[in-house]
């Protein structure tokens, strides 16, 4: 248990960067989790990288074009800096519940958690109470991925730009996006995300990331009992447009390469349509 409380730590940012987004027409044909980003005055090619953030280590793999294109740029941009030491003890703040959970919710909302807890996990909410919601989304996510040894990518990419002096930045605070995800998911609409984790669910997700099939994993994460509206406003088209206000400056001056969750590639907001809006082309590299 401590153990896992340890990693549900770590992967409490970004943890919902695969989520579900319906509007995933702009790459519905074209299986590449890597975009090459060019025109509109650059004078070297940027690229754009979906990640599912966590897998288990035996379905892990980065494809020779994502090591090539990440040898050809100068700079690596997450959704937060993971090499940053404040980001990441921000991070572990963040993984604490500001008050304790049975005090937080409700006595309808703690019975539902209770149930949530004791069938996917086998612990109860006295286990978890200083936690936040955050974390025990996270928590849950780790266990369904039904292995103890997880890789999380943007760790190992951060570990291969140190490897070459590669500098690392974020597109936005850990306090940003905890911000964004608690807007995104009230307390009453997380409890029906916990419900629909399932190690079946996630071993779906698994193998569609592993073919690079990303409408696949929208068709299959995508459950509008668990996202409204407001959650995909938050958690993806304000983020989206924020990023990409960032990144012409940030394109201008070196090749970048761009590492965020699969789900904010697509959908006519997306990463993807906004930069295309912007006036570069974007393009998918295949296999």
Known sequence: MKNLLKSAIAATVSIFGFSANAQMQSVENEKSLLWEVSGNGLEK????????????????ILKPKVTEAFAKTTKLALEINMSDPNEMSNMQKAAMGTELLSKKLSPAQLA????????QAGISVKQVDNYSMLTIMSLLSIKSFGCQNLKFYEMELVSKAK?????VMGLETVNDQMNYLGKSFPDNQMLKYLKTISETETQKLVQN?????????YKEVVNPESMD???????LDIRNANWVKQMPELMKKESVFFA???AHLGGEL??????????????????
């Open 45 to 60: 090619p940027s690229y754009l990288y979906g990640t599912v953030h966590m897998i288990c280590e035996k379905d892990y």
């Open 112 to 119: 539902e958690l209770e149930t949530i807890l004791q069938k």
């Open 163 to 167: 490897e070459t002096n590669k500098p």
């Open 209 to 217: 990331y592993i073919k690079e099939d990303a409408m696949a994993i």
């Open 229 to 235: 509206a407001n959650g995909k406003k938050w958690l």
């Open 260 to 262: 965020v969750g699969v």
């Open 270 to 287: 997306g990463v993807i349509q906004l930069l295309k809006k912007a006036g570069y082309t974007v393009k998918p590299i295949m296999n």
